[in-house]
């Protein structure tokens, strides 16, 4: 006999839940739990089957929720990857014994099981309204919100956990929500950008130039062409060549989150910017704007040459091979310069014009960069790519909105290291795609 359905149970139920379900005993924020300790409802034990095991359902998923959004009382559908991927309707205040029933003789022999949750979508919606109108008012910075009818809350991202956050959402105990956020204590300072540090002073900075960018300059007229090449307007500073060279930083940073660069930082023949995002615990828009620091570098704190320069301490991105400039001398001794054929990029980074195309069906080539034309396929609602190298490719979970057009070429970096996930870049992007089982088609 096939067992399709029960009455939602949820162990440690978010605040809100139908009576009967058992509360978060974890201590949250105002009273609230975090989001990460609310568990998602599921029917009864008894009823998940150890046949069928699903990798991704998407087709049945498809038809179960043309079917499911028309009857009364629909919340949500979704796959329960602790269940084997089991099909789950939510539904609020229907008649689950006869959507069971309808459902058995529709998909026999399929995992698919139908629970109650406590809120609909609309409800979590205006619950989120009214917090977030509350929280404006009271000049609280969030970070977002997201509905989880699934999980019976929706959730308020603070960012950082103010008293004002607090006294604000004592308002709504009792309410289902689930918050997210950093303490006070713990969250990044704002702070003006220095001015000097151990080793540096800034000649200028402003949100212009290139991003992914470094330069070195020895001379005056080197220093004409960085400051050009940064964007900075009016005429350089006074470097005092003797004692100094200048270092170009090209930035970047998501609008939204402004760098800061807190000083000048040598490690064996590498000499990086310290840069700071303070705003990160709202979260940083996906774009990449850039900022121009130009600072002058004590000679006593440059590495025996020759040495690289670059913005942080890890590599330079694939297809940003400008951000790390090469000096082939040794500038550590007082009035030292370099030469412009002594400044320059690292061979080893740069990008072959053309690298190979791949195609549906092919291997991918170790580390290297791979061209390919992207796509589109209608039946899947997640962007994917391939198969390559045996499997098909999902986009990741919480990347930037895919916006590449059918027939665009794409360029394919494999994530050093990882088997499971590739880099897809366009001019303007870079996404994560992660490798689907074997097998799979859409995610």
């Known amino acids: 006999m096939l067992l399709v ?7 440690g139920a978010g605040p809100g839940a139908s009576e009967g379900t058992p509360a978060v005993t974890t201590e949250g924020i105002a009273g609230f739990p975090a989001c990460a300790d609310v568990p998602q409802f599921r029917a009864d034990e008894s009823l998940y089957r150890d046949e069928p095991v699903y990798g991704n359902a998407d087709e049945l998923v ?6 499911a959004a028309a009857q009364p009382g629909f919340v949500e559908v979704g796959l329960d990857r602790e269940r084997n991927g089991w099909v789950t309707v939510w539904v609020k205040d229907a008649d689950v014994e006869a959507m069971s029933e309808q459902i058995a003789e529709r998909w026999p022999g399929e995992g698919i099981v139908v629970v109650e949750v406590p809120w609909t979508v609309g409800e979590l919606q205006s619950l989120v309204t009214e917090v977030t109108a509350a929280l404006d008012q009271a000049g609280v910075r969030t970070g977002g919100s997201a509905l989880m009818p699934h999980h019976g809350v929706a959730e308020i991202s603070l960012g950082v956990i103010t008293p004002e956050a607090e006294e604000v959402l004592a308002r709504f105990v009792g309410r289902p929500l689930c918050v997210e956020g950093i303490p006070a204590d713990d969250a990044p300072k704002e702070k003006d950008q220095p001015l000097a540090g151990e080793g540096w002073r800034l000649l200028g900075e402003d949100e212009t130039g290139e991003a992914y960018r470094s330069g070195v300059a020895t001379t005056d007229a080197q220093l004409d062409q960085l400051w050009a090449l940064a964007g900075l307007e009016g005429e350089p500073s006074t470097v005092d060549w003797e004692s100094e060279i200048a270092v170009w930083f090209g930035a970047v940073y998501g609008s939204g989150c402004p760098v800061r660069m807190e000083g000048v930082i040598v490690e064996g023949d590498l000499l990086h910017a310290d840069l700071v995002v303070p705003n990160a615990v709202y979260g940083c828009n996906d774009d990449a704007n850039p900022h121009a620091f130009v600072v002058a570098v004590e000679r006593q704190l440059l590495p025996e040459g020759p040495f690289r ?14 951000e790390r400039t090469v000096v082939d001398v040794d500038l550590s001794a007082l009035g030292s310069t370099a030469t412009d054929e002594q400044l320059h990029l690292d061979p080893t980074l740069l990008i072959p014009a053309e690298p190979p195309l791949v195609t549906d069906g092919d291997a991918l080539h170790g ?17 994917t790519l391939g198969p390559l190298d045996g499997s098909v490719w999902r986009l990741a979970d919480r990347e930037a909105p895919w916006d590449v057009e059918n027939g665009e070429e794409l360029t394919l970096y494999p994530l050093g290291g990882e088997d499971d996930q590739i880099i897809a870049s366009t001019q303007q992007m870079d996404w994560i795609f992660a490798r689907l089982p074997q097998g799979s088609t859409c995610p």
């Open 5 to 11: 359905s029960a009455c939602g149970t949820q162990t």
């Open 62 to 67: 498809q038809d179960v929720h043309e079917w």
């Open 309 to 322: 320069v670059q913005l942080e301490a890890r590599d330079p991105y694939p297809g940003t091979a400008e």
């Open 367 to 383: 580390d290297e960069a791979m061209r390919y034309l992207y796509r589109d396929d209608p039946g899947c609602e997640v962007p």
